[in-house]
């Protein structure tokens, strides 16, 4: 099965600041079927971003996604403080589908 | 609004079954395919098993082949994943999704329930 691999593990930003986030996998995405989405403790995951670049609907667009391939980024232009999560990559592309470990995004 | 309710979790001993229900509501139901996911205590997301928008289609993680089965009511607008055989490493928040677009069965999904937690344990 296709390996994602997230990082940084955990990152320690303020409030106003811009972050990317990285997803990795072990063989190219062809069609860059390539999903993040982002969880709050005790709660469901929200689906941001799909086809590597595409924002779901409600998405703000401070969000964004880029990349091919094998390398994907999540952009998160200015932070909120309400974006302060775990952030996971999915690829859609190669049959199982799978999730990166996850990337927490803590307050500093 | 798309809502997705899980219903049916709970403790169970190991090797035992049980059944999780899903109801969907606003979107038309048969015109998606649906997956479910799990996410063990403090872990991350894992896919778990997919159905066709009518049902011919069933999709597992080798994880689960063999011991789950899901299934669908279209006429009460329903998801469903029976498992058995349940184990120590099953324990887990069992999420039931609806996939983002029509005509194929994709585990990419924009609307997820607020999941269903299994405890497998004697």
């Known amino acids: 099965e296709t390996v994602l691999t997230q990082s940084p593990g955990t990152l320690s930003l303020s409030p106003g600041e811009r972050v990317t986030l990285s997803c990795r996998a072990s063989?190219?995405?062809?069609?860059?079927?390539l999903a993040w989405y982002q969880q709050k403790p005790g709660q469901a995951p929200r689906l941001l971003i799909y086809?590597?670049?595409s924002r779901a609907t409600g998405i703000p667009d401070r969000f964004s996604g880029s990349g091919s391939g094998t390398d994907f980024t999540l952009t998160i232009s200015r932070l909120e403080p309400e974006d302060f999560a775990m952030y996971y990559c999915?690829?859609?592309?190669?049959?199982?589908?799978?999730f990166g470990q996850g990337t927490k995004l803590e307050i500093k | 609004e798309v809502q997705l309710l899980e219903s049916g979790g709970g403790l169970v001993q190991p090797g035992g079954s049980l059944r999780l229900s899903c109801a969907a509501s606003?979107?038309?139901?048969?015109?998606?395919?649906m997956n479910w996911f799990r996410q063990a205590p403090g872990k991350g997301l894992e896919w778990v098993s997919a159905?066709?928008?009518?049902?011919?289609?069933?999709y597992y993680a080798d994880s689960v082949k063999g011991r789950f089965t899901i299934s669908r009511d279209n006429s009460k607008n329903t998801l469903y994943l029976q498992m058995s055989s349940l184990r120590a490493e099953d324990t887990a928040v069992f999420y039931c999704?609806?996939?983002?677009?029509?005509?194929?069965?994709?585990?990419?999904?924009?609307?997820w329930g607020q999941g269903a937690l299994v405890t497998v344990s004697s």
């Open positions: 999704a609806k996939s983002r677009v029509t005509g194929i069965t994709s585990v990419l999904s924009d609307y």
């Open positions: 606003g979107f038309t139901f048969g015109s998606y395919a």
């Open positions: 999915q690829q859609y592309d190669i049959s199982p589908g799978t």
């Open positions: 159905i066709s928008e009518s049902g011919g289609s069933t």
């Open positions: 063989q190219s995405l062809g069609r860059n079927f």
């Open positions: 086809g590597a670049s």
